[in-house]
């Protein structure tokens, strides 16, 4: 599902002219059960994707079992970062399912070719309808309900494409209400409204070259997060960009893409809505990016390249404004984030080796350059005196691949190494409020890089029938950056407990192993099941927090003429190793039944699939390990959508 399209073969397509590859690019986002989902139901179909969730919308995602902090995720190469301090508005909540293509994951240092990471990368592209020879309109057009949380939702996207000039445009509603858990109960406070619209336009300025404008509007209004002592009022993001393309169909350099971009994200929170909270907090957060990404795709001989340029300049504010119960009173005023600039610049290369049409090496590496500057210093020399105002480091990055494929065999073994700077939260923030264990936390402009050691392997076997995979990764984290119990300083938020600072352990260790097998039992009737594992281990041996507990899923999918049913149970297991240390507690072993069936058919030239299923059948009531404050999980939920595209 996430290899993704090939940007290469695509780019070489258009310049040949050939349709063949094309197909490849017309990969769907939608799940096994479900055909209308949200971005976060359809990352959540990957193994290597967990989910801290603090409500029903904006999930954020974790990879290897790594939080947002440790991974780069960008919207077509391009960086954006939150506006929110408390992690209401990951990347991922700021794009829609129309308007992707695809999502492109890459564990560990692969993903360094996006920028310093430790986790690996997530690159959500965007649909990109390629030029054609003959003038052609496409699109879609996608409602549905979700009876369980009354969810309304009505997605549209048009794309219209010529040998000269290209469109792609979409516009999509959700609505919902407060969900119920598996005891009928209402979870208040987990509604959600969001506006998304998106249009890019490309013209073919010559035969292999072309410019394209893009731009992406997101609103979300009224949003519920039951997990926090505070919801949303609005989150607005406008996500820009201008690229020039240049293509060649012989020489060393095949495709030359670059990107300049521009996105602004504001967020206002909204704690006037929960009658438990004595004092008012207003914790408005801005967050702007501009940059610069430009690509090249080398091919010489066997070997296959890309080479990145990475530049951007981010500026992220917070505000923390107090009020008693009387608005017209402030009683406090701070900067949870006091106004600090992060600038990176990278050059980053990887590079596919064919050694024979069996083997393969894979091998790259990056260098950047990471410079902070904080505006208000003031706020961290309160518990960092003297903190200079202004930090660099340089972030280096390698790994290697080797990769080994015969008709039935695969097998793969690497390794990487790279460092990142910390997050403007870890480095800079100030009594950010952390709901789950109920501390302040206060930022280190002094943290030394986290610096990842890994390595990683895959083995599968596959017939036309049947095929089984097993992956593993192993990460050894130096500079490790968690929040510790500070012994000074008093909680400033009448609710927290105390007041903890982000430190860096020694080292910490986190191992991830996937299994995936599928089976045809007859021709159109066909299983798939999945099992995970992770550990994760402190510098003492101590459990470390949001670790997945073993977790499986298992599904069958039946075709019938026009009809197609499927169903599927997953589940985890008891948490084993949960962290009270920090702020977790064991959570039960839990599993849910789904089903769906859908019918495709044709009215005129439209072809329309009607869907109806069920998630969570039983009704089970459930919280799974990383719902913050243990807040229950939707009960049974009914859902139906139609779906006409041309
Ligand atoms: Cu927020």
């Not at 059948?617 to 595209?645: E, Q, V």
Request: a neutral charge.
């Amino acid at each position: 599902m996430f290899l993704g399209i090939n940007a290469i073969a695509q780019d070489s397509t258009i310049a040949l002219k050939e349709v063949t590859v094309m197909a490849r690019a017309k990969k769907k986002i939608e799940t096994e059960m479900k055909m209308a989902v949200t971005v976060d139901e359809f990352l959540a179909s990957s193994d290597q994707i967990s989910f801290i969730k603090r409500g029903a919308y904006a999930w954020e995602p974790m990879l290897n079992n790594m939080s947002t902090e440790r991974s780069v995720i960008t919207i077509d190469g391009m960086h954006i970062f939150g506006a929110c301090t408390d992690k209401m508005d990951p990347v991922t909540s700021y794009v829609e399912s129309n308007n992707l293509s695809t999502i492109d994951i890459k564990s560990g240092q692969e993903g360094s070719l996006h920028g310093a990471t430790v986790a690996g990368s997530i690159d959500l592209r965007r649909k990109n309808t390629p030029f054609s020879t003959e003038s052609k309109w496409g699109g879609a057009y996608q409602t549905g309900l979700e009876f369980n949380n009354k969810q309304f939702f009505n997605l549209g996207n048009v794309s219209y494409s010529s040998e000269r000039f290209v469109a792609d445009g979409s516009v999509s509603f959700r609505q919902a209400g407060n969900y119920t858990d598996g005891n009928r109960a209402e979870v208040k406070h987990s509604q959600y409204n969001k506006f998304n619209s998106s249009l890019g336009l490309a013209y073919k300025i010559r035969p292999l070259s072309s410019v394209r404008l893009d731009a992406i509007l997101d609103i979300a209004k009224d949003v519920g997060y039951p997990a926090l002592p505070m919801d949303l009022w609005l989150s607005r993001a406008l996500i820009t960009s201008a690229s020039y393309k240049q293509l060649s169909e012989n020489g060393l350099i095949r495709v030359w893409d670059t990107k300049l971009y521009f996105n602004a994200v504001e967020h206002y929170m909204d704690d006037t809505q929960r009658p438990e909270n004595l004092v008012h907090m207003d914790m408005p957060g801005w967050s702007t990016t501009y940059g610069l990404v430009s690509r090249a795709n080398m091919i010489a001989g066997s070997i296959n390249s890309e080479i990145q340029l990475n530049t951007y300049s981010n500026l992220s504010i917070a505000e923390m404004r107090m009020y008693p119960q009387d608005r017209s009173q402030r009683t406090m005023f701070a900067y949870s984030w006091p106004w600090v600039t992060t600038r990176f610049a990278s050059i980053a290369m990887t590079n596919s080796w064919d050694i024979s049409g069996k083997s393969r090496l894979n091998f790259g590496g990056s260098l950047g350059y990471n410079y902070n500057f904080s505006q208000y210093t003031e706020f961290n020399w309160i518990f960092h005196p003297g903190a200079p105002r202004e930090k660099s480091r340089i972030l280096p990055a390698l790994h290697a691949g080797y990769q080994f494929n015969t008709n039935n065999f695969d097998l793969s073994a690497g390794a990487g190494y790279g460092h990142r700077a910390p997050s403007v939260s870890e480095a800079y923030g100030y009594y950010i409020y952390n709901s789950f264990d109920r501390y302040d936390y206060i930022g280190n402009p002094d943290l030394k890089n986290e610096i990842s050691w890994e390595v990683n392997a895959s083995a599968g076997f596959k017939t036309d029938k049947a095929g089984i995979e097993a992956r593993v990764n192993n990460f050894y984290i130096r500079n490790y950056i968690i929040g510790r119990i500070l012994s000074l300083g008093s909680p400033m938020n009448y609710q927290s407990v105390g007041v903890k600072g982000y430190t860096s352990l020694s080292h910490a260790r986190i191992f991830n192993v996937a299994v995936n097998a599928r089976y045809d039992l007859l021709p159109h009737l066909h299983w798939k099941g999945g099992l995970t594992y992770a550990r994760a281990t402190d510098n003492k041996g101590g459990n470390l927090p949001f670790i997945r507990p073993v977790s499986y899923q298992s599904s069958i999918h039946f075709m019938y003429k026009k009809m197609s049913f499927q169903t599927s149970v997953n589940g985890d297991f008891i948490q084993r190793n949960y962290s009270p240390e920090y702020g977790e507690d064991q959570t039960a072993d839990y599993w849910v039944w789904n089903a769906s069936a859908d019918y495709t058919f044709r009215l005129k030239n439209i072809s329309t699939v009607l869907q109806v299923g069920a998630e969570n059948l039983l009704d089970a009531w459930y919280s799974t390990y990383a719902d913050w404050g243990n807040i229950p999980r939707m009960g049974r939920n009914i859902f139906t959508s139609l779906k006409f595209s041309l």
